[in-house]
């Protein structure tokens, strides 16, 4: 009986002698193949991770013509992570062709002067001794724009009508031509001086237009007035169609301008409201400022006694200017101008030349057109 027991325990003794070895060992591989499958991941990892150059590379040959590629730098838990992405490319604006103005295309642009002028018409005139002292393209009737208001002013100062008359600006003074803002809202009143002064101070489009729809007979009896002053003035290349400008029809020669200037400067109210730098209106009681469209009337190195801007796209940039220079009193014309200054800067150019050259040279400087020879 002790020999069985004892023969049982022997037996049990080496069945777990054997087991154990047998055990450790599995519990050993089971160690190492989790610390492979865990190096295997962190080297699956860093292979997943693509390197910056082979995303750039791939990114950008793949682009098109309206994409684009933005690089964005950003850090997660300490560690810097670079990426890039794909837009869409702001869509390229075509270029403007520049405007043709009438100027241009009768080849007054072709015409070179001694001061390199950006207006492809001018006329200096000694007022008091009628001598021409500066002349290009001077003959050739171009659309004024604006100037075109210096004509308005003359017919409703002789037209002797009540300037504290109240006018109403209507649906018919609203630009439909060239769609030009104003202050003047339909239904505004303001007095026919009022009109009269920002229409030529500030180049006011709907009160030029109420001053000739409210003329006796109405706008087209106005046109007509505007058409005889000018024939009794001599200005033989002018016609007017409306009282604003904003008709490219609206044209005169740059020596006509200087006639209609003389005349204009007769009047005292022309004077003062064409060379005021600031004014103030109160259009159905609602209080507004205007400016002069002209910069050189707040200038204090001149002395001007009247003048009188323009510009629609077919006209360019025009001015005209009756101005006191070393005590002479000097007409300016300048037609057709490129830049929304450059008629300014032609003016300042011309004084300095009167002042430092002119002087030195008293024969007349005379451009011919181009296609003139």
């Known amino acids: 009986m002790f020999k069985s027991a004892l023969a049982v325990l022997t037996t049990l003794l080496f069945i777990h002698a054997g087991l154990a070895p047998a055990h450790a060992q599995t519990t050993s591989a089971a160690k190492k193949t989790v610390v492979k499958k865990a190096a295997a991941k962190k080297v699956a990892a860093k292979r997943t991770v693509t390197p910056t150059k082979t995303v750039k590379t791939v990114a950008r040959g793949s682009l098109n013509n309206r994409e684009k590629l933005v690089r964005k730098v950003s850090t997660v838990k300490g560690r810097r992570h670079v990426s890039y992405q794909r837009v869409s490319a702001a869509p390229s604006i075509p270029a403007v062709p520049p405007v043709m103005t009438a100027g241009d295309l009768a080849g007054l642009n072709m015409t070179q002067d001694p001061l390199a002028l950006r207006s492809n018409v001018a006329l200096v005139i000694d007022q008091a001794s009628s001598q021409v002292l500066f002349e290009k393209n001077s003959n050739v009737a171009l659309p004024i724009a604006s100037v075109t208001?210096?004509?308005?002013?003359?017919?409703?100062?002789?037209?002797?009508?009540?300037?504290?008359e109240v006018l109403t600006v209507t649906d018919d003074d609203v630009d439909r031509e060239k769609h030009s803002s104003s202050r003047l809202r339909v239904g505004a009143q303001l007095s026919r001086d009022d009109m009269l002064h920002i229409a030529l101070m500030s180049s006011e489009n709907r009160a030029a237009s109420a001053l000739g729809r409210?003329?006796?007979g109405g706008l087209p009896a106005f046109v007509a007035a505007m058409n005889a002053k000018a024939r009794s003035l001599g200005m033989q290349d002018t016609h007017y169609v409306d009282s604003?400008?904003?008709?490219?029809?609206?044209?005169?020669?740059?020596?006509?301008?200087?006639?209609?200037?003389?005349?204009?400067?007769?009047?005292?109210?022309?004077r003062q409201y064409s060379t005021d730098s600031k004014y103030m209106v109160e259009p159905s009681g609602h209080a507004l400022q205007y400016n002069s469209s002209n910069r050189l009337t707040s200038n204090k190195d001149w002395d001007i006694g009247l003048q009188k801007t323009g510009f629609i796209n077919e006209a360019g940039h025009c001015l005209v200017m009756l101005t006191r220079i070393e005590g002479r009193p000097i007409v300016m014309v300048f037609l057709d101008s490129k830049g929304r200054l450059s008629h300014v800067g032609d003016a300042t150019r011309m004084r300095k030349w009167l002042v430092e050259d002119a002087p030195k040279n008293l024969t007349r400087v005379k451009m011919v057109r181009a296609d003139q020879g």
């Open 149 to 164: 208001k210096l004509m308005t002013a003359l017919v409703v100062v002789e037209a002797h009508m009540n300037m504290e």
């Open 214 to 216: 409210n003329y006796p």
């Open 244 to 270: 604003t400008g904003l008709s490219s029809q609206n044209v005169a020669s740059a020596r006509d301008l200087a006639k209609l200037v003389v005349a204009a400067y007769q009047y005292p109210v022309i």
